[in-house]
């Protein structure tokens, strides 16, 4: 019998994408078939099921309706809430946990209010913390409590306004509002023939995640596969079944290929700009020039702590390469 042949995986580096929230994952070699099933099943998990933390209803000082002005506020309390929709929220799994009600508060200063200005309890931080999302016309013009929940998916305001209810004892003045959970901004897939003409012909399937910045592209695929796995034990055990047998691992010849990735510029490693203006200052302009250097030779780089030396080393081992030795 024709074995399954175990796919591989693997994560592809593009020194043409500088952005931190966007990957491609290579999943290969497939039966003919399992690209599409494979990737309908983890995209339609990713953009639907994958949970984070989301505003649902929010109190304004002195303001009873979303359609009300905000006194010495240029923003109306609808846009307010708009500009809220769009600060993006990260969170430690280990210290919030589901369905947790947060409270975060603002009390402005005069002049343009950012996300960053918003006090957040202990867990949860504002990934873009520049968004500009009202402008004061003096201090303390503009007060309110954020409150946010973790889920996933959507809700609508009429949703959230029984949380309210609920949680918050329908106070007079807190505004339900619907939330967007996704930590997701796109996913896409192709699949492609691995050995065309062949007999036999193995699929690859390039899946593209791209968050909002509130997670990574790594954990994100991960959720969704430990989801879809959990979905399918409720099937796996009906009966008992081994399938081992039916697998095989492939056994390629070993082909020595040219690693892109050590063109990769210092820049594209996203260190702090003090670790990454000290290298650029002794020349070291890739990431081929930072492993050609032993670990005292980068130990001894001006300005350049503990601190900095520990961050170089710990990206440099996380890529899969290390320090050329004494």
């Known amino acids: 019998?024709?074995?399954?042949?175990?796919?591989t995986f693997s994560k592809y580096i593009s020194k043409?994408?500088?952005?931190?929230?966007?990957?491609?994952?290579?999943?290969?070699?497939?039966?003919?078939?399992?690209?599409?099933?494979?990737?309908?099943?983890?995209?339609?998990?990713?953009?639907s099921s994958i949970p984070s933390v989301a505003p649902f209803a929010i109190e304004i000082k002195n303001v009873l309706?979303?359609?009300?002005?905000?006194?010495?506020v240029r923003e109306d309390a609808v846009h307010l809430i708009l500009n809220i929709k769009n600060i993006i929220f990260s969170i430690d799994e280990e210290i919030i946990k589901p369905d947790e009600i947060l409270e975060l508060t603002l009390s402005s200063k005069k002049g343009e209010?950012?996300?960053g200005d918003i006090?957040?309890?202990a867990g949860i931080e504002i990934a873009n913390?520049?968004?500009?999302i009202a402008h004061s016309n003096k201090p303390r013009a503009l007060e309110f409590k954020l409150f946010l929940t973790f889920s996933k998916g959507f809700r609508t305001f009429e949703q959230n306004r029984e949380m309210v209810k609920k949680h918050l004892d329908d106070?007079?003045?807190?505004?339900?509002?619907?939330?967007?959970?996704?930590?997701?901004?796109?996913?896409?897939?192709?699949v492609n023939e691995v050995n065309p003409g062949?007999?036999?012909?193995?699929?690859?399937?390039l899946l593209e995640i791209e968050t909002k910045g509130s997670m990574s592209p790594d954990k994100a695929i991960t959720y969704a596969s430990k989801i879809l796995i959990e979905h399918y034990k409720a099937f796996a055990d009906i009966v008992e079944v081994s399938i081992d047998e039916f697998f095989e691992e492939e056994i390629e010849e070993v082909v020595e290929e040219e690693d892109n990735n050590l063109e990769i510029s210092i820049e594209e490693l996203n260190l702090s700009v003090r670790s990454e203006n000290s290298l650029k200052r002794e020349g070291i302009k890739t990431l081929n020039d930072l492993i050609d250097i032993p670990v005292s030779t980068l130990k001894s780089i001006n300005n350049l702590g503990e601190k900095s030396i520990q961050e170089i080393i710990a990206v440099v081992k996380d890529m899969g390469y290390s320090f050329k030795t004494e």
Do not use: C, H, W
Not at 23 to 38: D, I, N, R, V
Not at 65 to 72: A, G, H, K, Q, V
Not at 171 to 190: E, H, T, Y
């Open 129 to 132: 913390p520049d968004l500009v």
């Open 16 to 47: 043409d994408d500088t952005n931190p929230n966007k990957a491609t994952y290579s999943f290969k070699k497939l039966e003919g078939g399992f690209g599409q099933t494979l990737g309908n099943s983890l995209r339609r998990v990713l953009l």
């Open 65 to 72: 309706y979303e359609f009300s002005p905000i006194e010495e």
């Open 1 to 7: 019998m024709k074995k399954f042949l175990k796919p």
């Open 119 to 121: 006090s957040a309890p």
């Open 113 to 115: 209010v950012r996300a």
């Open 198 to 205: 062949e007999e036999k012909v193995y699929e690859e399937l």
């Open 171 to 190: 106070k007079r003045g807190v505004i339900a509002i619907d939330s967007i959970f996704s930590p997701i901004k796109n996913v896409s897939f192709k």
